[in-house]
């Protein structure tokens, strides 16, 4: 692109570095930011330098939060011995969103990944062997996506963990509700039926 | 979404105000810079402070520019007789790229829409009547997407420019080279055929 500015051209190409984010979008983005206030574009900016520089992290499970221990490790109303165990903080937030779980969670920051050099030493995992061993722990559900490096991480977190008798479950793999059997997979699809529950269990309440 | 932290919340808000930025995007973009260390999350947050501070427009054409006059109103290789007008600095950038252009731009800033409380008055369109009136001028082409802003603010342009006795030309509609006919919408099929230019004139050289 011919930028008429070195400004501009820094501003897109810092806004092109986002994931899924090319130049002609980063333009209108940049642009879009240009037409507000100096105010709005101070804090903005300012909010991203902000929680870079003060953002914490749970001591206890690992999530982002705003205190030494998040808010859910510090609830009485949390079952602190149920863990569900995730990649990241994403994960936290679409399980909290469908109200269903009233445990605890650890969260990995990640999966491990040889081709990115990711490793077990990079994630909580040691945090996570100390925990169960350290605490009263009744169960250890495992939320980890179904993608080969999450695979790879459940294997090793299921080998960390197994001697601790301590019941290990993972979440329900299967048809989605609403989802149609043709557009199934035929391993979800194998796995749901192999794996069949009773109806009355199947039934939301 | 339930948030864990404030900071987080906040961040992703801002992210969420840039347009088609929903707020699964804006956490995945946050997550993804607080990935990052603290120095390219600065420099990021930065960028946009300093563009938006410390950009300037150039006095003649209102492009972005980091000088007062910018690098194509002050090139002596460009024909300032030919001012092509267009909306903002990405149409600019746009014509720029073909290197098809030798003359000079006028940045209206925008598009007359009543819809959106934009008026003539907040364009650079007396300017261009001003920059009209006092210097000499060979040719203007309107270069303003054909939409029903766009044609508003082409009427207008037209009516406060005609008594110039300056030539007025609009860049060319008809179909896109690699377009198929039968994709093609009726207006602009019909005036393709109905504008037809001589076959030797449409051989690009």
Same sequence: chains 1, 2.
Avoid: W
Wanted: aromatic share 6%.
């Amino acid at each position: 692109m011919n930028f008429s500015s070195k400004l501009l051209e820094d501003a897109v190409n810092e806004f092109s570095k986002l994931p899924g984010v090319g130049q002609k979008t980063a333009l209108r983005l940049v642009l879009h930011l240009l037409g507000k206030e100096q105010e709005e574009v101070d804090t903005f900016g300012n909010s991203i330098i902000r929680l870079k520089r003060d953002i914490k992290h749970c001591n206890i499970c690992h999530n982002i939060s705003d205190l030494p221990v998040c808010s859910i490790c510090s609830s009485p109303k949390r079952e602190k011995e149920v863990i569900c165990v995730v990649e990241d903080t994403r994960d936290v937030m679409a399980i909290e969103n469908t109200s269903q779980f009233f445990g605890a969670y650890h969260v990995l920051g990640g999966l491990i990944s040889p081709m990115d050099g990711i490793g077990p030493s990079d994630l909580f995992i040691d945090s996570l062997v100390q925990r169960v061993a350290t605490t009263p722990v009744k169960e250890i559900i495992l939320a980890i996506s179904a993608t080969m490096e999450g695979d790879t991480t459940l294997f090793y977190l299921y080998k960390r963990l197994k001697d601790f008798q301590v019941p290990i479950t993972t979440i329900a793999r299967g048809i989605a509700f609403g989802g149609e059997l043709e557009y199934a997979d035929e391993i979800t699809l194998g796995r749901s039926i192999v794996t069949r529950v009773p109806y009355v269990n199947s039934i939301i309440k």
